[in-house]
């Protein structure tokens, strides 16, 4: 991911190869901006995007790349902290996303029975609850959803440069095609478990 963000890009919103491209030079303070922190294989960054839907996790499955400002850019091989105006991230460089409000349409929420899971993610060890229809197998469902889960109740630890952090969050959205491994754990478990046999 470190490799692809210059100083600034041209940015277009969308996956439509055909799309006019805009730059992004100015952030109107809207409701519309949201905060954006996402790990990545080599990084964490965080910055600022425009919400194109209803809720963050809509937009992630929505579109292939995404636009963010402002951003931070923490590094795991040591290097100095980036800082860039404007970049596009592809989805496939993102492990997971922090969700925060809106929350979306109170009408299109849905009750869910929640799993506890435990996910290893490359250099990230993830805790939480997915949420599945009643009466399903959250974790056998997961293959059949889009490619962008929220996760809730959400412990994520992780080491940077020799130090051990852990973050929790309320909500996170992971990528499904970057999980290693997961595995139904009791939310009380001590430890992150060994990968399943």
Same mark, same amino acid.
């Given at each position: 991911?470190?490799?692809?963000?210059?100083?600034?890009?041209?940015?277009?919103?969308t996956? *439509? $190869?055909m799309?006019?491209?805009? #730059?992004?030079? =100015? +952030?109107?303070?809207? @409701?519309?901006i949201? !905060?954006?922190?996402?790990?990545?294989?080599d990084?964490?960054?965080?910055?600022?995007?425009?919400?194109?839907?209803?809720?963050?996790?809509?937009?992630?499955?929505?579109?292939?790349?995404?636009?963010?400002?402002?951003?931070?850019?923490?590094?795991?091989?040591?290097?100095?902290?980036?800082?860039?105006? *404007? $970049?596009?991230?592809?989805?496939? #460089?993102?492990? =997971? +996303?922090?969700?925060? @409000?809106?929350?979306? !349409?109170?009408?299109?929420?849905?009750?869910?029975?929640?799993?506890?899971?435990?996910?290893k993610?490359?250099?990230?060890?993830?805790?939480?609850?997915?949420?599945?229809?009643?009466?399903?197998?959250?974790l056998?469902?997961?293959?059949?959803?889009?490619?962008?889960?929220?996760?809730?109740?959400v412990?994520?630890?992780?080491?940077?440069?020799? #130090?051990?952090r852990? +973050?929790?969050?309320?909500?996170?959205?992971i990528?499904?095609?970057?999980?290693?491994?997961?595995?139904?754990?009791?939310?009380?478990?001590?430890?992150?478990?060994?990968?399943?046999?």
């Amino acid at each position: 991911m470190i490799d692809r963000i210059p100083g600034r890009l041209r940015v277009a919103f969308t996956h *439509d $190869v055909m799309a006019p491209t805009v #730059e992004m030079t =100015m +952030v109107p303070e809207t @409701p519309d901006i949201v !905060a954006f922190v996402a790990y990545g294989a080599d990084c964490v960054l965080s910055g600022r995007t425009v919400l194109d839907g209803d809720r963050l996790s809509d937009m992630l499955n929505d579109h292939d790349e995404y636009a963010l400002i402002g951003v931070t850019v923490e590094r795991f091989d040591g290097g100095p902290p980036l800082a860039v105006d *404007d $970049v596009v991230v592809s989805r496939d #460089e993102i492990w =997971m +996303v922090h969700a925060g @409000p809106p929350r979306g !349409a109170i009408g299109r929420r849905t009750r869910t029975a929640p799993q506890h899971v435990a996910i290893k993610m490359g250099p990230y060890q993830v805790r939480g609850f997915i949420h599945s229809l009643p009466g399903s197998d959250a974790l056998a469902s997961i293959g059949r959803r889009k490619p962008m889960i929220p996760v809730t109740d959400v412990r994520i630890a992780y080491t940077m440069l020799g #130090e051990e952090r852990e +973050v929790q969050a309320q909500t996170v959205i992971i990528n499904r095609d970057q999980i290693e491994w997961l595995t139904a754990v009791e939310p009380g478990h001590p430890g992150f478990p060994p990968e399943p046999a």
